[in-house]
């Protein structure tokens, strides 16, 4: 049970707003080239109807539980996840990695914006717990209504940093 | 010199740890590392030589806080410094951790600089 705050709950503009400052705080201090799109901010509705979703390949989810339950949701594309990858571990264009460094990575990356956004906007209104990331099945449908969406154009490819709002258990 | 034991369930985190720890001229004889707590506890067994940990705490099968814990209850570990590296800053999360016998912690993402900052009292 979530214990009860006294607190306003944050809206999804707050949220969202939230979020990009997450992003914009790991992205920037863990070294990779980062562009906001024009869809910037869009809901993730509008992503799907003008495709964008469509082309991304793999998606690494962090859910997060208390007065306010659900998850944030990086969805990229093959090269965006390698990007992020490479950025990461610092490492240029020529070196090859396993998928599985770049699903790890692609994790790691957002565990830290989900943690940032706990420790942030989450945490002071009461406990809030985070699941471990996982990798989900692309296009594997997120219940729940969605906050939003963030694109970015990384060096090569694209993420989209998402927020969905839902009440389920934790993945563990 | 020293030895750190690196606890992340991320194999990418212990690389970029691993990275920082050079870029900060952290003066490390070597690295070793383990996924979990259990296995932290399991290598801290074996190698009776590690200086200092710098521990995740969001990690399956035991997490940082049970890992703390559990280090602690170890008599010959009971000095040993731990470093928490963790994604969550939170104040409550921070101060169990330090209550249990945590020395510090640093917050993800981190620069070479908070990295140094905080095992600089620790590390000879």
Same mark, same amino acid.
């Given at each position: 049970?979530?214990?009860?705050?006294?607190?306003? @709950?944050? /809206?999804?503009? *707050?949220?969202l707003? &939230?979020l *990009?400052?997450? $992003?914009?705080?790991?992205?920037?201090?863990? $070294?990779?080239?980062?562009? &906001?799109?024009?869809e910037h901010r869009s809901p993730v509705a509008t992503l799907e109807? #003008?495709?964008v979703r469509?082309?991304?390949?793999?998606? &690494?989810?962090? *859910?997060?539980? /208390?007065? #306010?339950?659900?998850?944030?949701v990086?969805r990229?594309?093959?090269?965006?996840?390698?990007? #992020?990858?490479?950025?990461?571990?610092?490492?240029?264009?020529?070196?090859?990695?396993?998928?599985?460094?770049?699903?790890?990575? @692609?994790? *790691?990356?957002?565990?830290?914006?989900?943690?940032? $956004?706990?420790?942030?906007?989450?945490?002071?209104?009461?406990?809030?717990? @985070?699941? #471990?990331?996982?990798?989900?099945? $692309?296009?594997? %449908?997120?219940? /729940?209504?969605a906050c939003g969406a963030l694109v970015y154009?990384? %060096?090569? /490819?694209?993420v989209s940093v998402e927020l969905w709002?839902?009440?389920?258990?934790?993945?563990? | 010199?020293?030895?750190?034991?690196?606890?992340?369930?991320?194999?990418?985190?212990?690389?970029?740890?691993?990275?920082?720890?050079?870029?900060?001229?952290?003066?490390? +004889?070597?690295?070793? =590392? +383990?996924?979990?707590?259990?296995?932290?506890? !399991?290598?801290?067994?074996?190698?009776?030589?590690?200086?200092?940990?710098?521990?995740?705490?969001?990690?399956?099968?035991?997490?940082?806080?049970?890992?703390?814990?559990?280090?602690? +209850?170890?008599?010959?570990? =009971?000095?040993?410094?731990?470093?928490?590296?963790?994604?969550?800053?939170?104040? !409550?999360?921070?101060?169990?951790?330090? !209550?249990?016998? !945590?020395?510090?912690?640093?917050?993800?993402?981190?620069?070479? =600089?908070?990295?140094?900052?905080?095992? =600089?009292?620790?590390?000879?």
């Amino acid at each position: 049970m979530a214990e009860p705050t006294s607190q306003a @709950l944050p /809206g999804d503009a *707050e949220l969202l707003a &939230a979020l *990009e400052r997450a $992003v914009d705080e790991v992205f920037s201090s863990m $070294v990779f080239a980062f562009e &906001a799109l024009a869809e910037h901010r869009s809901p993730v509705a509008t992503l799907e109807k #003008i495709g964008v979703r469509a082309s991304f390949d793999r998606e &690494a989810v962090v *859910e997060f539980r /208390g007065a #306010i339950s659900g998850q944030v949701v990086f969805r990229c594309t093959a090269d965006g996840a390698h990007d #992020i990858a490479r950025g990461l571990l610092m490492l240029d264009d020529s070196t090859a990695l396993a998928v599985e460094e770049v699903n790890d990575a @692609l994790k *790691e990356c957002a565990n830290m914006v989900t943690g940032h $956004v706990k420790t942030n906007v989450l945490d002071p209104l009461g406990k809030f717990d @985070l699941s #471990i990331p996982f990798m989900k099945d $692309v296009g594997a %449908q997120v219940p /729940g209504p969605a906050c939003g969406a963030l694109v970015y154009r990384l %060096q090569q /490819g694209l993420v989209s940093v998402e927020l969905w709002r839902r009440d389920v258990p934790l993945h563990s | 010199m020293n030895k750190v034991l690196i606890v992340d369930d991320s194999a990418t985190m212990r690389k970029i740890i691993t990275r920082v720890l050079r870029q900060a001229e952290i003066p490390c +004889a070597s690295v070793v =590392e +383990a996924g979990n707590g259990v296995e932290g506890m !399991a290598r801290l067994a074996s190698d009776p030589d590690i200086d200092l940990i710098l521990s995740d705490i969001n990690m399956p099968e035991m997490n940082g806080v049970d890992f703390v814990k559990a280090v602690r +209850a170890t008599r010959a570990k =009971e000095s040993l410094p731990m470093i928490m590296v963790t994604t969550e800053g939170g104040e !409550a999360m921070m101060n169990n951790a330090l !209550a249990l016998g !945590a020395n510090g912690y640093v917050t993800k993402p981190f620069t070479p =600089e908070s990295i140094r900052a905080a095992l =600089e009292a620790y590390l000879g």
